[in-house]
């Protein structure tokens, strides 16, 4: 009886094997069948008009000067307190372009000495440990 029982088991696994032709036998889609879509077309936008004679090209508008002013709104207004103390300090004596040879390596800048570096390199803190030392002359 337990032959006939594992006889019945062999036979129906078996059977569940065959018949299908596993994968070499199966439904694929035809590679070749594929049709291509036609590209997408950007409809004409009427509502364009040519530019009227006498007004600037859109080419000879600076776009790094029209970004500066989207970004930031132009040039801000300064405060009397503000206009005062650049007038006091020289701003009508300042170089044009003194922001752009700061980082010259043939400006001359002055040696302030070893103390100025130690302040430079100190760490970060809240100077609770902080010690003040006159050097001797």
Request: charged share 20%.
């Amino acid at each position: 009886m337990r032959k006939l029982i594992l006889a019945a088991g062999l036979i129906s696994m078996l059977s569940a094997c065959g018949g299908g032709g596993g994968l070499f036998n199966r439904e694929r889609p035809d590679e070749f069948a594929v049709s291509r879509q036609a590209p997408l077309v950007i409809p004409p936008d009427y509502a364009l008009v040519p530019p009227a004679p006498g007004t600037p090209a859109a080419a000879s508008v600076d776009s790094s000067r029209a970004a500066m002013e989207t970004m930031f709104g132009g040039p801000a207004q300064r405060s009397a307190a503000e206009s005062a103390a650049l007038t006091e300090a020289g701003r009508a004596n300042a170089a044009a372009g003194i922001r752009s040879s700061v980082g010259d390596p043939a400006t001359e800048v002055v040696d302030k000495g070893a103390a100025t570096r130690e302040i430079i390199a100190a760490p970060e803190g809240d100077g609770q440990d902080a010690r003040a030392a006159i050097p001797e002359q």
